[in-house]
C-alpha cells in the first residue's frame, strides 16, 4: 500500500443501508417460497396410535398399533392383519381434506413381517363431500406394489403413487392401505405401514429430509435488495 493510500470506509449511513438489505435477505428467506410441501396425515409416523383410521367391512379385519422401530427406525408403526384367509381383500383408511383442482403427492412404506402370499399398496378416491361419503368422484389410484413374497422381513419398501390432480368439485380424499390375498391362504396374515404422506405436489415421505430452495419472487427481492444497497454505497464515497 502507498504511504498517501487513503482506506475509505463505508460511512455510517452506508453500513446501515447494507444492515437493511441484509434484514430483507432474511426476509426473502422466510418467505412462503420456502415453505415445505405439507404432509396432510396428522400422525403420518404413528408415533401416537392410529387414530383415525378404520378398517374395510368388506372382509373382517384388524388394525393394530405397534410399539416397535417403524420405516423411519422410530417407535410406532401400524399393522393390518386379515382376520380370515385368503383370497380376499383387507384395507385400512382414513379421510382428509382436499381443494379441488389442486395435485398431489402421496404414498408410504409397506414391510412384511415374514414371506406372505400377498402383496400390498396404497390406493386413493376422491370424494365431492367433506366425509369420503356417498358416490366417488374419481377412479381408484394405485401407488407401487410390494409383494409379500419377494420382500426381505428386514426391509421397508416406499410405495409411492403418481402425482394426482384432484378434480374439480372433490373436497375430501380417502387414503387407503390396502392388503391382497390372491390364493387361498390361513388367516393372521398381515402387512405394516408407516410414514404416509398424502398433500399438495413436492410432499414427500417424512423419512426423507427435504431441502428447501428459494421462490423466484424471494431470488429477485434479494436481488434487488442487495444491488440497490451497493449503488447507494458507492455512491456516498
Known amino acids: 500500500m502507498r504511504p498517501n493510500s487513503i482506506v475509505r470506509r463505508p460511512t455510517p449511513l452506508c453500513s446501515q443501508r447494507l444492515d437493511a438489505a441484509l434484514f430483507l435477505a432474511l426476509v426473502a428467506l422466510a418467505s412462503p417460497g ?4 405439507q404432509n396432510l396425515f396428522p400422525d403420518p409416523t ?17 388394525l393394530d398399533w405397534n410399539g416397535g422401530s417403524g420405516a423411519d ?12 384367509g385368503g383370497p380376499g381383500g383387507f384395507a385400512a383408511k382414513i379421510c382428509l381434506p382436499v381443494h379441488g383442482g389442486a395435485t398431489y403427492s402421496w404414498g408410504g412404506y409397506l414391510h412384511f413381517s415374514q414371506v406372505t402370499p400377498g402383496e400390498a399398496y396404497f390406493n386413493i378416491l376422491f370424494f365431492a363431500d367433506s366425509a369420503c361419503g356417498g358416490p366417488a368422484d374419481s377412479p381408484l389410484a394405485q401407488s407401487q406394489v410390494v409383494f409379500g413374497g419377494m420382500a426381505n422381513p428386514q426391509t421397508w419398501y416406499l410405495s409411492p403413487g403418481p402425482d394426482f390432480v384432484a378434480p374439480a368439485a372433490a373436497s375430501s380424499v380417502e387414503f387407503i392401505a390396502q392388503l ?41 427481492l434479494l436481488a434487488v435488495a442487495l444491488a440497490v444497497a451497493g449503488i447507494r454505497c458507492l455512491g456516498a464515497r
Open 34 to 37: 420456502l415453505a415445505l410441501a
Open 180 to 220: 391382497l390375498i390372491g390364493i387361498p391362504s390361513p388367516p393372521q396374515i398381515s402387512v405394516d405401514f408407516d410414514n404416509v404422506y398424502f398433500g399438495p405436489q413436492g410432499t414427500q415421505p417424512p423419512a426423507i429430509a427435504v431441502v428447501p430452495t428459494l421462490s423466484v419472487s424471494a431470488l429477485v
Open 46 to 62: 404413528f408415533s401416537s396410535g392410529v387414530s383415525g383410521w378404520t378398517t374395510s367391512p368388506n372382509l373382517p379385519s384388524r
Open 73 to 84: 427406525g422410530s417407535p410406532g408403526f401400524a399393522r393390518l392383519t386379515g382376520l380370515v
